[in-house]
């Protein structure tokens, strides 16, 4: 786990690329992140956001979300508040392994590690389709951003 300067470092990055992108000054950010005064991200802490002298908190994620129109889930991740979705998914190859292994000292027939193999096999290919939907989807908000 990265450390907090680090995270509140990395979150200001992105920020400052999401308003970048959409043409966006930081002012912009905080009228779109509320449709009254009381509901919108107030300027110190934008600020705060953009240099990275702080990490928003959940009720300003909310806000932020909704101002570039993303999911609070991907915004949660970027502050580093959930973890990141795995690069890789090399937990798999190790399962394939295991029961590979598994098979080899009798605890499991062959035909039953094929049928377990093929089920985590279709499970990948279903979480990496979900992830390039995920990616697509966020690609063509920042295209309709510019």
């Not at 009381?38 to 909310?62: C, N, W």
């Not at 979300?65 to 959930?82: F, H, M, N, Q, T």
């Not at 990496?128 to 966020?138: H, V």
């Amino acid at each position: 786990m990265i450390d907090e300067q680090a995270r509140r470092q990395q979150f200001a990055a992105w920020l400052n690329q999401q308003l970048h992108q959409r043409d966006w000054t930081q002012g912009k950010l905080i009228l779109e992140s509320g449709t009254i005064d009381e509901e919108r991200l107030s300027s110190a802490a934008v600020s705060r956001y953009s240099t990275g002298k702080m990490l928003p908190d959940i009720a300003s994620i909310q806000k932020i979300a909704r101002a570039l129109d993303l999911p609070i889930e991907y915004v949660l991740r970027k502050a580093g508040l959930i973890d990141p979705l795995p690069a890789e998914l090399d937990w798999v190859q190790r399962t394939i392994d295991d029961l590979a292994n598994a098979v080899e000292v009798g605890q499991l027939s062959e035909e039953g590690r094929v049928a377990i193999v093929t089920q985590i096999r279709r499970e990948r290919r279903l979480q990496e389709l979900q992830r390039k939907k995920e990616a697509s989807d966020i690609d063509q908000i920042d295209d309709k951003a510019r």
